[in-house]
């Protein structure tokens, strides 16, 4: 994302053919890095800010929620969850239960979530935190309205649903194609920048030249690791996932239903849903044959187990989570032939990772997904979320990430800042387009390349050059102003 100020007098004399064409390539490519920079600038800043402060989701929420989470006396004996949900259910009465987080230590309470005024498995639900000994309700908190949610919402979707869902994935993907140009831009331009950097414009130009080479690889991994989240790259990538080696659940296991529903689909709470490999897992159907149909998420049958009891019978099948290390979420059955979904998440490792779906009447564990059965894609992918978000190395992890995150901030104010100042007045300042077409041609057929790579940004690429040939360039106000 380095971006470098080309001066007339370092620019080759059209005597010299190959320095001539070396410079028009370098004006299309600063061009490309120019408009793109401007472009999508707000949204990384956006991107980058609510980031750095998401990586502290969990410090700040333990502090925040004390009050609710910790007890002031460990438990020495605990009620059965089936109880203890009873109890939160009576706060809010009629609401279907969502999902169940049993508590990690004698001092912890039990989560209930339940499904708060908007409903469907994108819902966030009312957490209610319980007395495990007493099965006394301790507090209660609307997910949807945490200040950590509120961030999330920002950072994945700017607020917007699926349309800000694609405006950040068009943005992450241009975050790629600046360090690209940038990085071409800066190793090409070395040579030329010998002038002393005194003024307020060669300083930001030195310090966005710095940030851009000392932290471009780590904001590089940021994006590329954030990617599998968005809308259209991710699911991309994740029906990559299916074709390359991951050893999915055979169709037969699913006689009632033609098309199963996915993992996935069961919950989007952050704090309560399957790990990004299990995603596309499809959920089995628990086999009774006196259930019915019909029947509401969250809502146990007749001739179920009691939730205790289904978490009784997985808890032999988790491999590698031992409960100082990991966190057990409950997600109930969803109507008469849904089953129990129990996720082990680790704190750090995502190796030890599971994801268990439990026939809701036998307690039989019809599927265990787990770091065995994911795929190379998957296994890369799991352990990039866990960097990304700054817990799998603990506060060295964090500390990286968040410098990542200042250096994407440094780059988008110093970028914004330099083209401020050098802006001539009544026009955007972007450098003049190359007259060369050999020369352009090529240039667009490398971000070609990347466009394929990244569908959205490769569409947004053939959309900025339609307006250009087809628009900007018949109008001779915009074609003063844009250059």
């Not at 620019?11 to 053919?17: E, V």
């Not at 979530?113 to 469907?120: F, V």
């Not at 790629?176 to 130009?205: C, M």
């Amino acid at each position: 994302m380095t971006s470098v100020e080309t001066r007339p007098e370092t620019i080759p004399p059209p005597s010299a053919p190959t320095a001539s064409s070396a410079s028009q390539r370098y004006r299309a490519v600063w061009r490309w890095h120019f408009y793109a920079g401007l472009f999508v600038a707000p949204v990384l800043l956006v991107l980058a800010i609510t980031g750095s402060i998401y990586l502290f989701k969990e410090p700040f929420e333990e502090w925040r929620y004390q009050d609710v989470r910790t007890l002031a006396s460990p438990v020495t004996t605990a009620l059965p969850l089936s109880e203890q949900i009873a109890a939160a259910q009576r706060t809010l009465p009629g609401s279907p239960v969502m999902s169940v987080i049993p508590p990690t230590s004698p001092d912890r309470t039990t989560r209930v979530i339940l499904q708060g005024a908007d409903s469907g498995p994108w819902a966030q639900g009312i957490s209610v935190y319980v007395d495990p000994g007493t099965a006394a309700v301790v507090g209660q908190i609307d997910d949807g309205a945490t200040f950590m949610r509120v961030v999330r919402t920002i950072h994945g979707e700017l607020m917007s649903g699926t349309i800000g869902d694609r405006v950040v994935e068009i943005a992450a993907c241009w975050a790629l194609i600046l360090v690209a140009t940038g990085t071409y831009l800066w190793w090409s331009g070395r040579r030329t920048r010998k002038r002393a950097t005194r003024s307020a414009r060669g300083r930001l130009r030195r310090l966005h030249i710095l940030a851009g080479v000392g932290g471009g690889a780590v904001v590089v991994f940021l994006v590329v690791s954030g990617l599998p989240w968005s809308g259209v790259w991710g699911d991309g990538l994740q029906r990559i996932q299916d074709r390359t080696g991951s050893t999915y659940p055979n169709a037969d296991d699913y006689p009632h239903t033609s098309t199963p529903p996915l993992s996935g689909d069961l919950s989007a709470n952050p704090d309560a849903k399957v790990p990004w490999a299990a995603e596309r897992l499809p959920v089995p159907a628990s086999q009774d044959g006196h259930a019915g149909h019909g029947g509401t998420h969250g809502v146990l049958q007749p001739g179920a187990l009691p939730v205790e009891a289904a978490l009784a019978t997985a808890r032999p099948a988790i491999r590698a989570c031992p409960p100082v290390e990991c966190d057990l979420k409950v997600l109930l059955p969803d109507g008469p032939r849904g089953v129990y979904t129990i996720v082990a998440e680790p704190r750090r490792d995502p190796s030890a990772a599971q994801t268990l779906h439990v026939d809701q009447y036998s307690g039989r564990v019809l599927v265990s997904y787990g770091w065995a059965e994911y795929g190379v894609l998957a296994k890369a992918v799991e352990q990039g979320v866990a960097l990304h978000e700054g817990r799998r190395y603990g506060t060295a992890n964090l500390i990286v990430m968040l410098g990542a995150c200042l250096t994407l901030i440094t780059l988008v104010v110093t970028g914004a800042w330099m083209w401020w100042k050098r802006r001539p007045r009544g026009r955007a300042g972007a450098p003049a387009r190359a007259t060369d077409r050999r020369t352009a041609y090529g240039v667009i057929a490398i971000m070609a390349l990347l466009g394929l790579l990244f569908p959205l940004a490769g569409a947004t690429m053939v959309a900025v050059l339609l307006l250009d040939r087809l628009v900007l360039r018949r109008i001779p106000a915009a074609t003063r102003v844009l250059g």
